[in-house]
């Protein structure tokens, strides 16, 4: 097979799974898990065919024009370079993982088959968008994994929880969707075509008349679908959706959309210095906040929710500095090692029987429980801190390099205002970064009290699947020298200065995190605090549904009661139940725009009501009123009826004989 041929399968097998296991699912329940997992596999397989084949070499473009659409032609296209290719890669491993690990932590779910497609589908929507070299096809895999979204973090639908978080993650990015639209036809209407190779090709010729206007309407999709500020405030909430979800979601598909779509039009942006700059500052902003609330959240899932908000200001940061060979490559780093902590995440719920860490530091024995999830997710937090040599050094590494050569002036893609920002900016990233993964570590696996539950060994396709993604979190870093060709053949190696500064700057962070720990833990023994814990012998999934319902019961409401044992609170002072809340975004939010929107909505329904609705049942009335008064004259009565007759006869004759007498006088 050709290249292109095996490309088109890469997507079109996942959706072929997914069709067929919704027709399957209950008339034959015993192919569904086949289903979810071999089309899914066989998609990784042939994607790292694809990227072999491609090698790093020039982009291998194809397409076929399946009937007329007006001027601007619709293709359905092709566009293999570097970046498509290995960002392809991780979407199969990831997607695939998840699938192995649900058909444990999911293995008695009656809603698992419709769960499995769902899946599927959502990861053929993000290969489409990878692959499509057409902007408009794109935007309709962009759209899928929208819809998807929506009905995977709504899985538990009994929990109010649930429900609220999947209409706000669809209803947020849908708003940042809207000027996306927009900024798509206006981009086709400067360069007269929605083909990506047409518009570099167009941009290179100096054919985009309002780049700052393109440029900001498409930043729309970056704030919406990666969660960077102000829109990220859905994707903390969409933690209550199972937690294979939410490793699917953070990991390879939904949220790194937004930053792979920004890299592939990445030029186009680069005409707009401004555009850049504001980049550059949403970023920032991004960064630190989500690294405060991190080292202010209880829920352990919330924590790496925030963690993937500022690791996507990371690649936004690189983006803004004009590098996205730096943005793609950590990109697929944090891919590999936030796979594995939320996939460990979801062993360690399972464990304890709660996702609550101030829960977790009174068991004592959960690391001796659980040794596999210890074990790599003690790795994947390695590398989200940045500590060599771990993948997530070398991808960090290299966007503060690229930040501190646009400072420096020796890179001219950005404006030196950009490349500062977001120097600065990560490097106090990197502080919290590494604050807030001591604290989750230490909180979870040093806790000290009663032994934790014993529910045996955990499954071997939840455990595996953990080994699996620890190769690329521990080696992919590595090959940092090998895969250059890649990443339009630009250089990832770090250099001294950041290497040395960042880790330095890690390593202060982890160190004051665990004396503050030392200093605080000692408390623990006198603020008791209860654990929710499931049912021993219960599915993962049951025990994280039952710890999320039943979170806010057991310990209150977290940022409200002081837990002395918590390094977090001694770390932020008074800003901690700022942080804890999302520094009350939301309530803003509901200020802002909630409130007026629904007293708006009010004030139609009043006057829906008690207006028009007036002048319709007044209508209705007067003909009522009309016929009663017409109906009363109808007696049946003959001699009435003549009576009548011959009376307006006699009025018509003398008014035609007055009339005629005026005329006449006239």
């Given at each position: 097979?050709?290249?292109?041929?095996?490309?088109?399968?890469?997507?079109?097998?996942?959706?072929?799974?997914?069709?067929?296991?919704?027709?399957?699912?209950?008339?034959?329940?015993?192919?569904?898990?086949?289903?979810?997992?071999?089309?899914?596999?066989?998609?990784?397989?042939?994607?790292?065919?694809?990227?072999?084949?491609?090698?790093?070499?020039?982009?291998?473009?194809?397409?076929?024009?399946?009937?007329?659409?007006?001027?601007?032609?619709?293709?359905?296209?092709?566009?293999?370079?570097?970046?498509?290719?290995?960002?392809?890669?991780?979407?199969?491993?990831?997607?695939?993982?998840?699938?192995?690990?649900?058909?444990?932590?999911?293995?008695?779910?009656?809603?698992?088959?419709?769960?499995?497609?769902?899946?599927?589908?959502?990861?053929?929507?993000?290969?489409?968008?990878?692959?499509?070299?057409?902007?408009?096809?794109?935007?309709?895999?962009?759209?899928?994994?929208?819809?998807?979204?929506?009905?995977?973090?709504?899985?538990?639908?009994?929990?109010?929880?649930?429900?609220?978080?999947?209409?706000?993650?669809?209803?947020?990015?849908?708003?940042?969707?809207?000027?996306?639209?927009?900024?798509?036809?206006?981009?086709?209407?400067?360069?007269?075509?929605?083909?990506?190779?047409?518009?570099?090709?167009?941009?290179?010729?100096?054919?985009?008349?309002?780049?700052?206007?393109?440029?900001?309407?498409?930043?729309?999709?970056?704030?919406?679908?990666?969660?960077?500020?102000?829109?990220?405030?859905?994707?903390?909430?969409?933690?209550?959706?199972?937690?294979?979800?939410?490793?699917?979601?953070?990991?390879?598909?939904?949220?790194?959309?937004?930053?792979?779509?920004?890299?592939?039009?990445?030029?186009?942006?680069?005409?707009?210095?401004?555009?850049?700059?504001?980049?550059?500052?949403?970023?920032?902003?991004?960064?630190?906040?989500?690294?405060?609330?991190?080292?202010?959240?209880?829920?352990?899932?919330?924590?790496?929710?925030?963690?993937?908000?500022?690791?996507?200001?990371?690649?936004?940061?690189?983006?803004?500095?004009?590098?996205?060979?730096?943005?793609?490559?950590?990109?697929?780093?944090?891919?590999?090692?936030?796979?594995?902590?939320?996939?460990?995440?979801?062993?360690?719920?399972?464990?304890?029987?709660?996702?609550?860490?101030?829960?977790?530091?009174?068991?004592?024995?959960?690391?001796?429980?659980?040794?596999?999830?210890?074990?790599?997710?003690?790795?994947?937090?390695?590398?989200?801190?940045?500590?060599?040599?771990?993948?997530?050094?070398?991808?960090?590494?290299?966007?503060?390099?690229?930040?501190?050569?646009?400072?420096?002036?020796?890179?001219?893609?950005?404006?030196?205002?950009?490349?500062?920002t977001v120097l600065v900016a990560g490097l106090l990233a990197a502080v919290l970064t590494a604050a807030y993964a001591t604290r989750l570590w230490l909180l979870a696996f040093r806790g000290r009290g009663a032994e934790a539950p014993d529910h045996g060994r955990q499954p071997a396709a939840m455990t595996t699947v953990l080994w699996v993604l620890a190769i690329p979190t521990i080696g992919f870093g590595l090959t940092v020298g090998v895969i250059t060709d890649w990443f339009d053949g630009?250089?990832?190696?770090?250099?001294?200065?950041?290497?040395?500064?960042?880790?330095?700057?890690?390593?202060?962070?982890?160190?004051?995190?665990?004396?503050?720990?030392?200093?605080?833990?000692?408390?623990?023994?006198?603020?008791?605090?209860?654990?929710?814990?499931?049912?021993?012998?219960?599915?993962?999934?049951?025990?994280?549904?039952?710890?999320?319902?039943?979170?806010?019961?057991?310990?209150?409401?977290?940022?409200?009661?002081?837990?002395?044992?918590?390094?977090?609170?001694?770390?932020?002072?008074?800003?901690?139940?700022?942080?804890?809340?999302?520094?009350?975004?939301?309530?803003?939010?509901?200020?802002?725009?909630?409130?007026?929107?629904?007293?708006?909505?009010?004030?139609?329904?009043?006057?829906?009501?008690?207006?028009?609705?007036?002048?319709?049942?007044?209508?209705?009335?007067?003909?009522?009123?009309?016929?009663?008064?017409?109906?009363?004259?109808?007696?049946?009565?003959?001699?009435?009826?003549?009576?009548?007759?011959?009376?307006?006869?006699?009025?018509?004759?003398?008014?035609?004989?007055?009339?005629?007498?005026?005329?006449?006088?006239?």
């Amino acid at each position: 097979m050709t290249t292109t041929t095996l490309a088109v399968l890469v997507p079109l097998l996942p959706f072929l799974g997914a069709a067929t296991g919704l027709l399957l699912g209950r008339t034959a329940p015993g192919y569904v898990r086949p289903l979810a997992i071999l089309p899914t596999l066989a998609a990784a397989v042939i994607a790292v065919v694809v990227a072999a084949r491609q090698g790093g070499g020039p982009a291998i473009d194809a397409s076929t024009r399946l009937t007329p659409t007006g001027s601007v032609p619709i293709d359905l296209a092709l566009h293999l370079d570097g970046f498509a290719v290995l960002v392809a890669v991780l979407v199969g491993l990831v997607a695939t993982c998840v699938q192995i690990y649900s058909t444990a932590y999911l293995r008695h779910d009656p809603r698992y088959p419709s769960y499995a497609a769902l899946v599927s589908l959502f990861t053929s929507a993000m290969l489409l968008v990878v692959y499509s070299g057409d902007v408009m096809v794109l935007l309709v895999g962009w759209e899928v994994m929208g819809i998807c979204s929506y009905f995977l973090v709504g899985h538990y639908w009994e929990t109010p929880e649930a429900r609220a978080a999947s209409l706000k993650a669809f209803l947020v990015t849908k708003l940042g969707d809207v000027p996306f639209l927009i900024g798509l036809f206006a981009l086709a209407a400067d360069t007269g075509t929605f083909r990506i190779t047409g518009i570099l090709g167009a941009v290179a010729n100096g054919g985009l008349d309002h780049p700052t206007l393109i440029a900001l309407l498409l930043l729309a999709s970056v704030a919406g679908k990666s969660a960077q500020f102000p829109l990220h405030t859905w994707l903390p909430d969409a933690m209550a959706g199972p937690t294979p979800v939410s490793a699917l979601i953070h990991a390879a598909t939904m949220v790194a959309a937004g930053i792979y779509f920004v890299a592939r039009l990445l030029p186009v942006f680069a005409e707009s210095g401004a555009a850049l700059v504001v980049l550059a500052v949403m970023a920032a902003v991004t960064m630190i906040g989500s690294g405060l609330a991190a080292l202010a959240q209880d829920d352990i899932k919330r924590v790496l929710a925030y963690s993937t908000i500022g690791q996507l200001g990371y690649m936004s940061g690189a983006l803004a500095v004009g590098d996205r060979g730096a943005a793609v490559f950590h990109l697929l780093s944090h891919g590999a090692f936030k796979a594995v902590l939320f996939l460990a995440a979801g062993v360690v719920i399972h464990a304890a029987g709660t996702n609550s860490l101030t829960a977790m530091s009174r068991m004592g024995g959960l690391a001796k429980r659980i040794p596999d999830a210890y074990w790599t997710m003690t790795v994947a937090l390695l590398a989200l801190a940045a500590i060599p040599p771990f993948a997530g050094f070398f991808s960090k590494e290299a966007i503060l390099v690229a930040a501190e050569h646009t400072a420096l002036g020796e890179r001219h893609v950005a404006p030196a205002a950009a490349g500062w920002t977001v120097l600065v900016a990560g490097l106090l990233a990197a502080v919290l970064t590494a604050a807030y993964a001591t604290r989750l570590w230490l909180l979870a696996f040093r806790g000290r009290g009663a032994e934790a539950p014993d529910h045996g060994r955990q499954p071997a396709a939840m455990t595996t699947v953990l080994w699996v993604l620890a190769i690329p979190t521990i080696g992919f870093g590595l090959t940092v020298g090998v895969i250059t060709d890649w990443f339009d053949g630009h250089s990832l190696t770090p250099s001294v200065t950041t290497a040395v500064l960042s880790t330095g700057v890690g390593l202060v962070g982890g160190l004051v995190t665990y004396g503050a720990w030392h200093h605080t833990m000692a408390l623990a023994a006198r603020t008791p605090a209860g654990a929710v814990v499931a049912h021993p012998e219960a599915e993962p999934a049951l025990i994280e549904a039952e710890a999320m319902t039943h979170h806010t019961a057991g310990y209150g409401d977290t940022p409200g009661t002081p837990d002395p044992a918590d390094p977090g609170r001694l770390l932020l002072g008074p800003l901690h139940r700022h942080a804890a809340t999302g520094f009350h975004l939301d309530a803003l939010y509901a200020t802002l725009f909630v409130r007026p929107v629904q007293a708006a909505a009010s004030l139609v329904r009043f006057l829906d009501r008690e207006v028009v609705d007036t002048y319709v049942r007044g209508s209705g009335t007067g003909a009522r009123w009309l016929g009663t008064a017409v109906r009363r004259a109808q007696t049946g009565n003959v001699q009435t009826y003549l009576s009548v007759l011959l009376a307006g006869s006699l009025v018509l004759a003398i008014a035609a004989v007055v009339f005629a007498n005026v005329n006449a006088g006239s």
